[in-house]
């Protein structure tokens, strides 16, 4: 027997989400078809949108929706990167092959991390997780068979050999630089979708709804059972992994690696908060609005130096303070527009106390 | 002319309205005592007129000034002091510490110091020096008046200050005020104790729902009056 | 190599570490505020103490001494008209601004001053040193501790002895409560903010005084900072120079061992403390 489920079901759905989920899939389609369009210039590009995307998704996970604000996440790009040279170099493995093997590794490092760093109250847990990305470069500088602290690079038949370079080069007539582009340029393409897919998915379920508790109270979801310490940990260790395989990936294609570089706290920590401030935090839109935003505002003003990081550190702060949930949330507050609806729809909000004898303006 | 009163007094945390229009008068010199059943809006009448909460301005008058829009720094250099829900004590401080911060922000010559606080309740000279969390809640309870006291405050709101005590404690704490009334301040007191009420205040007014529901010369008002404002019914007993 | 060397150094630079923390200890300790921009401040005394000493063609003590209240007006206006607003139960806008705040204090200083190297010349002092039996120690690195100590002394005094300090505490434990006793707390955090940064530019002195800096100094000095505060415990202006003095052995006895491994032996000594004292050395009781 089948039943009507009574309207009880909390409404994620909107009816501009049933649009956008056809024009994202046209979308998908058009990027998938990039490499045979566009000139590899744009390939490489978007490359660079697109695995910016995911270190800011993952971060947007970590700070918007656990709490864990780490100004750390360079540790993961640059463990993931290095992980991927050692299998290639040292071991010969195929470099898309070592992608996956440097996920694995970037979750291996993010266990002990997280065994440290949780101990640190809130705002302490940021620098130490900058301490550990510290501690993972020296370390990795005194690893002389990866060129020490001068870096190295990747041998070039390691890249020229990759899987599906060759195959791609006789299906389609590439050659073999276009091959590797498009190639990383897919990579790149799938992680996003998976990354967004496993976001859009896990804050969509349950335990998403619990994360929410946990960020607005943690006190409160643990008296109804949300265990927050299992559902920090598990963010942090699947941001790892998806930062970690980014890391890899977007050292595939440089194919040259140093540690000063690979544990950038400016490229893969700085860049990326500003993308997800200013796209707006907390949404799984907001990074997209947001990398877009850099990669223009970085086109427009790369050429203007420091002056250009000094800009977008004030732009960053102007948003934090007068509009705290990006451009996007200034957008969707006005259209009322998500493109994916995962807060569930509740009119009222939480108590706002007029206060003013608390820390008084 | 009434040194304090509150006209139309609204006021609200977020979207619920817990003050609809209160109007109360202090008079100088005078002890008026506040009663109500919890959840009726006493303490947010005292965190109004005190300055925690912002207020409409012309909502609360002190010496014919609008003072609803004051944050609590400014009521107090008028000469408001107050003694909060829950005793409030800064675990950080020691007594006497405790004590001397309450003339941070008002340093007028007037009757109390550090050494008439120590006449009005000899309990804390002993121990000035302990962390205020070391003290029994009564003691705690002096300190918290003894502080508020500090700033030679021309009004002293009171809010709840037998919470908790037992009673022969209460009547310890009770037993000063005819020494602060003394000194000439107005007293305002809340209560949920209504023999206590009655016995120290010059008047009486019964809040419920945020609203005031009777007021009168403490010796005019009758158990059955009160019953009725305290519990919006007359069909029971009051205890 | 001397054993009781090595470890007077590190003794000597722990001092340096622990002017480093005071700063953002106290910061912390009233308004639960972790300035990730607090390096990033040390550096930019350390460039307001440079050019006064060489437009002025002053001694850079004297410099510092101008720096002074020069530095509080900046950590009072920074304070009271950005931070505050920043300040509630949600730690991350503190965070981002300060760390927003942190990259336009290293690329205005870049655009100002270039990616060159710097050091403040303090002449003789420089050089000299005292004979303190089986070992030498320089006389700036025992300034430079000895200004800790003096520092520590003269905050705790402020702390527990005056009425500000009282105020501070008071805000510290009930702002609402504080406000009550006519106490502002946004002019109570901008005072303890102002504070902190006369305690950098102390700690700027010594750091340009003692050794190169560059815009991008100052993320470095912010961690060890931090490591001091942590592996000290928090809430203790003592435990904080403990911290400072472990960290500044850990790093000259990983130096003697192997020059590339200082601050690596640093980082690691942090680590450890983390596993076994999670709350610090010298924790205070409760919190
Ligand atoms: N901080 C607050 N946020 C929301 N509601 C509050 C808050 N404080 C009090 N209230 C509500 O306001 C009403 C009046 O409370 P209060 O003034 O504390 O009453 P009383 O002091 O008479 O017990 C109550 O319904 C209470 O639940
Ligand atoms: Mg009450």
């Not at chain 1, 998500?338 to 729809?345: D, H, I, K």
């Not at chain 2, 008047?203 to 059955?224: F, H, Q």
């Not at chain 3, 505060?229 to 003697?256: C, D, E, H």
Request: aromatic share 10%; hydrophobic share 55%.
């Amino acid at each position: 027997m089948t039943m009507a489920i009574p309207s009880f079901t909390v409404e994620t759905r909107t009816r501009a989400s049933t649009f956008s989920a056809i024009a994202v899939i046209a979308l998908l389609l058009l990027a998938f078809a990039a490499p045979f369009i566009v000139s590899r210039g744009v390939i490489q590009d978007l490359f660079f949108i697109l695995t910016m995307l995911v270190l800011a998704q993952n971060w947007n996970l970590l700070a918007g929706y656990a709490g864990l604000i780490s100004v750390g996440q360079q540790a993961f790009v640059g463990f993931g990167a290095y992980t991927m040279f050692g299998a290639v170099i040292l071991f010969g493995v195929d470099p898309v092959v070592a992608i996956l093997i440097a996920g694995a590794f970037a979750v291996a490092l993010a266990i002990p991390t997280a065994f440290f760093t949780f101990r640190l109250y809130g705002p302490y847990f940021a620098i130490g997780t900058w301490v550990v990305a510290e501690v993972a470069r020296l370390l990795l500088a005194q690893w002389k068979a990866l060129g020490g602290g001068t870096g190295t690079s990747l041998p070039r038949d390691a890249t020229r050999d990759m899987m599906g370079v060759g195959f791609m080069r006789d299906l389609f007539g590439m050659k073999t630089s276009e091959a590797g582009d498009a190639l990383t340029y897919w990579l790149a393409l799938i992680l996003v979708i998976a990354t967004i897919g496993f976001i859009y998915g896990l804050l969509r379920s349950k335990q998403g709804l619990g994360l929410a508790a946990v960020r607005d109270n943690e006190q409160a979801a643990r008296a109804v059972g949300v265990d927050a310490m299992r559902m920090k940990t598990f963010v942090y260790l699947a941001t790892a992994f998806m930062t970690g395989l980014a890391g890899a990936l977007i050292y595939v294609q440089k194919a040259r690696i140093s540690p000063d570089a690979a544990f950038s706290v400016t490229d893969w920590t700085a860049y990326v908060i500003f993308i997800v401030v200013i796209g707006g935090i907390g949404t799984i839109e907001g990074p997209i609005l947001g990398v877009i935003i850099f990669f223009l505002l970085q086109n427009l003003l790369a050429d203007y130096g420091s002056w250009y990081l000094l800009m977008l550190g004030l732009l960053g702060i102007a948003v934090m303070l007068f509009a705290p949930r990006g451009l996007w949330g200034l957008f969707s507050d006005r259209t009322s527009i998500q493109l994916f609806p995962v807060r569930r729809v509740l009119k009222g909000g939480p108590l706002n106390l007029t206060h003013k004898g608390g820390p008084h303006g | 002319m009434a040194l304090i009163e509150t006209r139309g007094l609204t006021a609200a945390y977020g979207d619920f309205q817990a003050l609809f229009g209160v109007d109360i008068a202090v008079g100088t010199g005078e002890t008026i005592a506040i009663i109500g059943a919890n959840g009726a809006g006493k303490t947010t009448l005292m965190r109004s007129i005190s300055g925690v909460i912002a207020n409409e301005p012309a909502s609360i008058l002190y010496r014919n000034e609008p003072i609803g829009g004051l944050p609590a720094p400014d009521i107090l250099a008028r000469g408001i002091a107050m003694v909060p829900e829950g005793r409030k004590l800064f675990p950080s401080l020691s007594v006497e510490e405790n004590l001397l911060i309450g003339r941070y922000g008002r340093t007028v010559d007037g009757p109390w110091t550090l050494d008439s606080i120590f006449g009005l309740f000899p309990i804390l000279k002993e121990r000035r020096s302990n962390p205020s969390t070391a003290l029994s809640g009564g003691q705690q309870q002096m300190v918290a008046i003894g502080r508020a006291l500090m700033s030679n405050p021309d009004v002293l709101l009171c809010d709840e200050i037998s919470l908790g005590l037992a009673p022969v404690v209460v009547r310890d704490i009770y037993a000063a005020f005819p020494r602060i009334r003394e000194t000439g301040a107005s007293i305002v007191i809340v209560e949920q104790d209504i023999a206590q009420a009655l016995k120290v205040a010059d008047r009486v007014y019964c809040m419920m729902e945020g609203r005031v529901t009777l007021s009168g010369r403490a010796d005019d008002l009758s158990r059955d009056d009160i019953h009725k404002a305290y519990f919006g019914t007359d069909h029971h007993e009051l205890a | 190599m001397n054993w009781l060397d090595t470890i007077l150094q590190g003794v000597l630079l722990g001092g340096l570490y622990a002017l480093f923390a005071a700063g953002l200890s106290l910061v912390f300790g009233i308004m639960r505020l972790v300035n990730l921009a607090h390096g990033d401040l040390i550096v930019l005394a350390a460039f307001l103490i440079l050019v006064l000493a060489t437009t002025l063609g002053i001694n850079p003590f004297v410099a510092a001494v101008i720096a002074m209240p020069l530095m509080f007006a900046i950590g009072w206006a920074l304070q009271y008209f950005l931070l505050n607003r920043t300040l509630g139960k949600d730690i991350l806008p503190p965070l981002l601004v300060t760390f927003g705040l942190s990259i336009v204090i290293q690329n205005g200083l870049l655009e100002s001053f270039s990616a060159d190297s710097r050091r403040v010349f303090a002449g003789r002092l420089e050089s000299a040193s005292v004979n303190l039996g089986p070992v030498t120690a320089g006389i700036m690195p025992l300034m430079t501790f000895f200004s800790a100590v003096a520092v520590i002394v003269c905050l705790n005094q402020l702390i527990y002895r005056t009425s500000v300090g009282r105020a501070f505490r008071a805000t510290s434990d009930d702002p609402v409560t504080a406000g009550l006793m006519g106490i502002r707390p946004q002019r109570i955090f901008a005072m303890a903010t102002g504070l902190a940064m006369v305690v950098v530019t102390i700690a700027a002195l010594y750091l340009g005084t003692r050794a190169n800096f560059d815009p991008t100094s100052g993320p470095s000095r912010l961690i060890y900072a931090f490591e001091a505060v942590i592996i000290g415990g928090l809430g203790s202006l003592w435990g904080t120079l403990a911290g400072g003095i472990i960290l500044g052995v850990a790093q000259t006895v990983g130096a003697a061992m192997n020059p590339e491994w200082q601050i690596l032996a640093g980082h690691l000594a942090f680590l450890a403390v983390l596993l076994f004292k999670p709350r610090g050395l010298f924790p205070r009781a409760v919190d």
